[in-house]
């Protein structure tokens, strides 16, 4: 099974010295982590793309032999291509029919990797996106066959969607949790989407023509590492998983 891990960023987040990928949470930097649990699960091929420091991600993969699997990158150093970008830049690595996971590298989760993937391949939608109740300001909208219909951002009042006389108090809000499996057919839907772009917005523009879906297990934990008390919220969360 395949996965592309998004590790790319224009920013040098918590870090000046080194990219957030690798930043360490309980003793292993997160791209680790990651790398890890896909492997348990019994993906095999994994790509990363890079930006913001690459070549530091690059020789920590080598001096740990890309922990026994498979490991191509997806160079972004000259110019970083966002989410929608840098997963139509890694398209040469996904030909074929099956399926790929997506995993945004700040994201811890305990979600079941085989779950989300069985889940894809059962109904067969162009993508199905983790998604669940945590607090954000902006939010996706579902309907109730939980096929993503529009985005609100309640900061703004910003709506976005592709549907006639759209009103989102009608639709369910989950917010994104940064992990999902895609059909390779994406590419064919990307085919008119050049440079830097946000994987949202193309969903958002795609969806009215296709099915992208939710996916919400239950009892889902996630942290997004985007700020030093999420880093801290997932060291405790490590210790208290190491101590059970």
Not at 34 to 43: Q, R
Not at 52 to 63: M, P
Not at 120 to 127: D, Q, S, V, Y
């Amino acid at each position: 099974m395949k996965a592309l891990i998004l590790a790319a960023e224009a920013r040098a987040s918590m870090s000046s010295i080194k990219p957030t990928a690798l930043i360490e949470v309980g003793g292993k930097p997160m791209l680790e982590h990651v790398i890890l649990k896909l492997k348990t699960a019994g993906f095999d091929r994994i790509v990363i793309n890079v930006h913001h420091l690459g070549e530091q991600i690059i020789s920590f993969l080598e001096a740990n032999n890309h922990f026994g699997v498979r490991i191509d990158i997806s160079d972004e150093r000259d110019y970083l291509l966002d989410t929608g970008g840098g997963i139509k830049n890694a398209a040469r690595f996904f030909q074929g029919d099956e399926p790929f996971l997506i995993h945004n590298v700040d994201i811890f989760s305990n979600v079941n990797f085989q779950d989300i993937y069985t889940k894809h391949k059962e109904t067969n939608p162009l993508a199905t996106l983790l998604v669940s109740k945590r607090k954000t300001s902006r939010h996706l909208l579902f309907n109730k066959e939980n096929h993503l219909c529009g985005w609100r951002n309640h900061e703004t009042g910003e709506i976005k969607s592709h549907y006639p006389d759209f009103d989102p108090k009608q639709y369910e809000e989950y917010a994104f949790g940064g992990i999902h499996v895609v059909s390779p057919k994406i590419f064919e839907w990307m085919d008119e989407w050049t440079g830097k772009f946000s994987v949202i917005n193309f969903y958002l523009a795609v969806c009215a023509k296709t099915t992208i879906q939710a996916y919400q297990p239950e009892e889902l934990q996630l942290i997004d590492i985007d700020q030093p008390e999420a880093l801290a919220k997932a060291e405790e969360w490590i210790k208290s998983a190491l101590s059970e």
